[in-house]
Protein backbone atom coordinates (compact mmCIF):
# COMPACT_ATOMS: atom_id res chain seq x y z
CA UNK A 1 0.00 0.00 0.00
CA UNK A 2 2.20 2.78 -1.38
CA UNK A 3 0.00 5.70 -0.41
CA UNK A 4 0.10 4.50 3.26
CA UNK A 5 4.06 5.03 2.77
CA UNK A 6 3.11 9.29 1.85
CA UNK A 7 1.18 9.42 5.22
CA UNK A 8 2.19 11.83 7.68
CA UNK A 9 1.29 10.85 11.55
CA UNK A 10 -0.10 12.94 13.56
CA UNK A 11 -0.55 13.09 17.72
CA UNK A 12 -3.09 15.37 19.54
CA UNK A 13 -1.79 18.27 21.16
CA UNK A 14 -4.98 19.44 22.77
CA UNK A 15 -8.65 20.32 22.25
CA UNK A 16 -9.27 24.35 22.66
CA UNK A 17 -12.83 25.69 23.04
CA UNK A 18 -13.34 28.68 20.00
CA UNK A 19 -14.10 31.50 21.55
CA UNK A 20 -15.86 33.14 18.66
CA UNK A 21 -18.00 30.03 18.22
CA UNK A 22 -19.70 27.08 19.74
CA UNK A 23 -17.07 24.89 18.54
CA UNK A 24 -13.72 23.27 19.53
CA UNK A 25 -10.72 22.88 18.01
CA UNK A 26 -8.72 19.66 18.16
CA UNK A 27 -4.91 20.55 17.59
CA UNK A 28 -2.81 17.90 16.14
CA UNK A 29 0.79 17.62 15.46
CA UNK A 30 3.81 15.71 13.95
CA UNK A 31 6.85 14.48 15.83
CA UNK A 32 8.62 17.05 14.64
CA UNK A 33 6.11 19.63 16.01
CA UNK A 34 6.75 21.36 12.63
CA UNK A 35 2.90 20.57 11.19
CA UNK A 36 -0.01 21.43 12.75
CA UNK A 37 -3.28 20.73 11.96
CA UNK A 38 -6.48 22.20 13.59
CA UNK A 39 -9.52 20.76 13.11
CA UNK A 40 -12.95 22.66 14.00
CA UNK A 41 -14.96 19.67 15.64
CA UNK A 42 -18.72 19.90 17.34
CA UNK A 43 -18.79 20.67 21.56
CA UNK A 44 -19.77 16.19 21.89
CA UNK A 45 -16.89 15.36 19.67
CA UNK A 46 -14.22 17.65 21.21
CA UNK A 47 -15.49 16.18 25.09
CA UNK A 48 -15.32 12.93 23.92
CA UNK A 49 -11.77 13.63 22.56
CA UNK A 50 -10.58 15.47 25.50
CA UNK A 51 -11.91 12.40 27.56
CA UNK A 52 -10.42 9.96 25.66
CA UNK A 53 -7.29 12.27 25.54
CA UNK A 54 -7.17 12.33 29.33
CA UNK A 55 -7.94 8.89 29.72
CA UNK A 56 -11.44 9.54 31.41
CA UNK A 57 -13.72 6.32 31.18
CA UNK A 58 -17.32 8.33 30.99
CA UNK A 59 -19.53 5.92 33.64
CA UNK A 60 -22.03 5.23 30.84
CA UNK A 61 -20.42 4.90 27.51
CA UNK A 62 -20.09 7.75 24.95
CA UNK A 63 -21.20 6.90 21.48
CA UNK A 64 -17.30 6.82 20.43
CA UNK A 65 -17.30 3.84 23.21
CA UNK A 66 -20.29 1.89 21.44
CA UNK A 67 -18.28 2.00 18.37
CA UNK A 68 -15.29 0.92 20.10
CA UNK A 69 -17.16 -1.73 21.69
CA UNK A 70 -19.11 -2.97 18.59
CA UNK A 71 -15.94 -3.36 16.70
CA UNK A 72 -14.47 -5.40 19.43
CA UNK A 73 -17.05 -7.89 19.95
CA UNK A 74 -17.37 -8.38 15.89
CA UNK A 75 -14.06 -8.75 15.75
CA UNK A 76 -12.96 -5.56 13.72
CA UNK A 77 -9.63 -3.94 14.66
CA UNK A 78 -8.89 -0.23 13.94
CA UNK A 79 -5.17 0.09 11.88
CA UNK A 80 -5.57 3.59 11.61
CA UNK A 81 -7.23 6.68 10.76
CA UNK A 82 -6.50 8.98 7.79
CA UNK A 83 -7.38 12.21 7.26
CA UNK A 84 -8.02 12.14 3.73
CA UNK A 85 -9.21 15.66 1.91
CA UNK A 86 -10.11 18.76 2.54
CA UNK A 87 -12.88 20.74 0.34
CA UNK A 88 -14.14 24.10 1.13
CA UNK A 89 -12.60 24.03 5.00
CA UNK A 90 -14.16 20.66 5.22
CA UNK A 91 -12.11 17.87 6.31
CA UNK A 92 -12.89 14.04 5.34
CA UNK A 93 -11.19 11.18 7.01
CA UNK A 94 -11.35 7.30 6.96
CA UNK A 95 -11.48 4.29 9.31
CA UNK A 96 -8.71 1.48 8.70
CA UNK A 97 -10.33 -1.81 10.21
CA UNK A 98 -9.18 -5.03 9.71
CA UNK A 99 -10.82 -8.30 10.80
CA UNK A 100 -10.15 -11.82 9.86
CA UNK A 101 -7.14 -10.55 7.61
CA UNK A 102 -9.66 -8.47 5.56
CA UNK A 103 -8.85 -4.86 5.33
CA UNK A 104 -11.95 -2.40 5.28
CA UNK A 105 -11.85 1.19 5.25
CA UNK A 106 -14.95 3.36 6.60
CA UNK A 107 -15.72 7.11 5.31
CA UNK A 108 -15.82 9.28 8.36
CA UNK A 109 -16.28 12.40 10.43
CA UNK A 110 -12.91 13.45 11.22
CA UNK A 111 -13.95 13.89 14.68
CA UNK A 112 -14.90 10.50 15.06
CA UNK A 113 -12.15 8.92 13.69
CA UNK A 114 -9.44 10.51 16.30
CA UNK A 115 -12.32 10.09 18.75
CA UNK A 116 -12.13 6.24 17.67
CA UNK A 117 -8.29 6.49 17.43
CA UNK A 118 -7.28 7.78 20.69
CA UNK A 119 -9.88 4.70 22.64
CA UNK A 120 -8.29 2.17 20.21
CA UNK A 121 -4.22 3.55 20.03
CA UNK A 122 -4.59 3.19 16.88
CA UNK A 123 -2.11 5.78 14.63
CA UNK A 124 -3.92 9.26 13.10
CA UNK A 125 -2.34 9.67 9.97
CA UNK A 126 -2.87 13.06 7.18
CA UNK A 127 -2.17 12.93 3.65
CA UNK A 128 0.51 15.54 2.51
CA UNK A 129 -1.85 17.05 0.53
CA UNK A 130 -4.41 18.27 3.34
CA UNK A 131 -1.58 19.38 5.20
CA UNK A 132 -0.62 21.75 1.83
CA UNK A 133 -4.13 23.32 1.79
CA UNK A 134 -4.79 23.53 5.31
CA UNK A 135 -5.99 27.18 6.08
CA UNK A 136 -4.22 29.37 4.20
CA UNK A 137 -2.20 32.09 5.17
CA UNK A 138 -3.46 33.27 8.38
CA UNK A 139 -2.88 29.85 9.92
CA UNK A 140 0.79 30.75 11.25
CA UNK A 141 -0.42 34.11 12.62
CA UNK A 142 -3.43 32.53 14.45
CA UNK A 143 -1.45 29.55 15.88
CA UNK A 144 1.36 32.06 16.98
CA UNK A 145 -1.59 33.48 19.59
CA UNK A 146 -3.05 30.08 20.54
CA UNK A 147 -2.43 29.96 24.80
CA UNK A 148 -1.00 26.18 25.19
CA UNK A 149 -2.77 26.48 28.66
CA UNK A 150 -6.23 26.19 27.19
CA UNK A 151 -4.82 22.58 25.26
CA UNK A 152 -6.07 19.03 26.89
CA UNK A 153 -3.89 17.58 29.38
CA UNK A 154 -2.06 15.52 27.78
CA UNK A 155 -0.42 14.72 23.69
CA UNK A 156 -1.71 11.25 22.49
Do not use: C
Amino acid sequence: MSEQNNLISLKVHGVLVDPNTDTQIVILRDERNSEVLPIWVGTAEGTSIRLALEGVVPPRPMSHDLIQSFGEHLGFEVTSVVITEVKNNTYYASIHLTHNGLERNVDSRPSDAIALALRTKSPILVTPEVLERRGGENLDAWLAKLDPKSFGQQEA
